[in-house]
């Protein structure tokens, strides 16, 4: 049954639209498994993955400029059903006999759709559905062999389809949330059109996985850096369900941890899931690289190079080693070959500081690869790790080493930490705290002036920060209670020792970023 579990594939022809991800996340919330490939895939190589459908993605080029991107066009010679999402749709009519022209005022927003074919597509569906349009071309006439399935006030074809070939286009965007029935819109492509079959799923995934983790490492042994955070701590288990003790772990102790988190990785994975951990306590040994250092690229270098030259010592006491297991996720392995680069590719440089560099002597054991992050944190699930490690929030390598403003002390690290678990505690209090991307507390270099019963105090300042995002690349500021702030503020500056001020953090990336350095 692994086996079968890939031959279900829906083709997502990746034209660099924004939104590109939402279509796989969509497909693969429906169960069906799906990759997003480049438009210009060849076409023996899309043939040999054997898609059920191929679905054209948006793009923010033109099909009428002369560079535009476009697929082979032999795709529609396939006999696959085909879905031409904005961009997609209009990739349609300019291959075959239809018409695009560019409109004069950019439609942008919430459509009343009308649906004047209820077919396959709109399966189940009344008129009139809200969709979100984002488009400056249009289609004018459609290919000969189409016929109009839907059109808003503004756009006379914003839904049609060829039956004979199963090819439909659609001017909106079922993919994003407000285009409500979308989602549906997808499904019905997919099972209605393709035939698909929802065999895609995180049980199902863990069969699949550990069996081509054994073929794959045969008796060879992997090695497996891990922090404690969801991608290593997933990696690490389902790794270890494949190939057993022939697992060994390396958690490096930086010194920049939260407080307590050494004891909980420890103990989750070595009396929990028995795993193979060698613990090395460097503490001592990041800290005294790091005394005097303030620059944050600095900082980051520092702490990336120790963290190489110990896992290396270590990876080398362990013996021969055939491969490093990394927990890869699919949007980091689209990133690297999407059409757009955009500032993903820069955002992303200074994350992989806890990454190995590429010429070590192993081969790279990726399990995660195909997955998206909340598919992680189902495997996760159920693959029985603890709540407390599957929904946990990101945590940069660098660890609190970025939150402390300034020099990094042994003291200042103490002052953080302690603030950092009364954000910890009084956030998770907070009814919409599973929406928080990140929140945490940053320490500044400043003092400034308090009172403290009869006494002047003059003492640093805390951050709050707390960020709701959906990948990191933007975020917003969370509109927290003021009754929470009020705890918060009044707990750290009670029970914290050396502090006497907290502010909140009330900007966006962009123009901000999440983390303070
Ligand atoms: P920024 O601060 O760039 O952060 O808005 C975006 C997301 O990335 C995390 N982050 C890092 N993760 N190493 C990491 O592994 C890093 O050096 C690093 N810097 C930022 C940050 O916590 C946020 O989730």
């Known amino acids: 049954m692994s086996q079968e579990l890939h031959k279900e594939m829906i083709a997502i022809l990746d034209f660099g639209a924004q939104y590109n991800q939402l ?9 069906v498994y799906c990759k997003i490939l480049p438009f210009d895939i060849s076409l023996s190589k899309l043939i040999s993955l054997n898609p059920k459908g191929i679905i054209l993605s948006g793009s923010p080029a033109s099909v009428t400029q002369k560079e535009a991107p476009f697929p082979h066009p032999e795709i529609l010679n396939l006999g696959i059903p085909i879905l031409g999402i904005c961009y997609g ?40 559905l809200i969709v979100w349009m984002s488009h400056e071309d249009q289609i004018s006439k459609p290919p000969t062999s189409f016929e109009i399935i839907a059109h808003t006030k503004n756009c006379p074809v914003a839904a049609m389809k060829d039956r004979k070939h199963r090819f439909y286009g659609v001017q909106f965007h079922p993919e994003v949330v407000h285009t409500p029935q979308g989602k549906k819109i997808i499904q019905n492509f ?41 991608d290593s701590s997933v990696t690490a288990v389902l790794v270890n369900k494949a190939i057993g ?39 001592n040994r990041f800290l005294n690289k790091l005394v005097g250092i303030t620059d944050p690229e600095r900082k980051r270098k520092i702490i990336g ?23 890869t996720l699919y949007p980091d392995v689209i990133e690297s070959h999407s059409t757009k680069g955009g500032p993903s590719a820069t955002i992303k440089s200074h994350h992989n500081v806890g990454g190995l560099p590429s010429n070590m002597p192993f081969k790279l054991l990726e399990p995660l690869k195909d997955l998206f ?30 939150r402390i403003i300034g020099e990094i002390t042994k003291e200042r690290l103490r002052i953080l930490r ?100």
């Open 89 to 128: 749709m209009q990739v349609l009519a300019q291959l075959l006999d239809g018409e695009v022209t560019s409109i004069s005022k950019r439609e942008y927003g919430k459509a009343d759709l009308i649906i004047d074919n209820d077919g396959e597509l709109f399966y189940g569906m009344k008129s009139p």
């Open 23 to 31: 279509i796989a996340r969509r497909v693969r919330e429906s169960k």
């Open 373 to 402: 992050k909340d598919e992680v944190r189902i495997l996760g699930k159920k693959l029985g790790l603890p709540n407390t490690v599957v929904d946990r929030q990101p945590f940069p390598g660098p660890g609190l080493a970025v």
């Open 190 to 230: 997919l099972f209605r059109i393709c035939k698909c079959i929802p065999n895609w799923t995180m049980s199902s995934f863990i069969d699949y996985s550990v069996e081509r983790i054994r073929e794959k490492v045969g008796n060879g042994k992997v090695v497996c850096a891990l922090s404690g955070g969801v």
């Open 418 to 517: 302690d603030a950092d678990v009364i954000v910890a505690q009084e956030m998770q209090k907070y009814e919409k705290f599973s929406e928080i991307w990140q929140s945490f507390a940053v320490l500044l270099p400043i003092r400034s002036v308090g009172v403290m019963g009869d006494e002047r105090t003059y003492e640093y300042t805390i951050v709050l920060r707390a960020v709701s995002s959906l990948d990191g690349m933007t975020a917003n500021w969370v509109r927290i209670p003021y009754d929470i702030l009020d705890k918060i503020s009044r707990r750290i500056i009670n029970e914290v020792r050396g502090v006497n001020r907290v502010v909140y953090d009330i900007s966006s990336k962009p123009p901000s970023t999440i983390e303070w350095e």
């Open 305 to 327: 190079g120790e963290f190489i030259r110990i896992f290396w010592e270590e990876a080398r006491k362990i013996g021969k080693i055939d491969f490093l297991a990394q927990g």
């Open 245 to 283: 003790d022939r697992l060994e772990c390396v958690f490096v102790n930086n010194g920049l941890l939260r407080k307590d988190e050494i004891e909980e990785v420890i103990v989750t994975f070595t009396c929990h899931f028995h795993l193979n951990l060698h613990y090395v306590d460097a503490e």
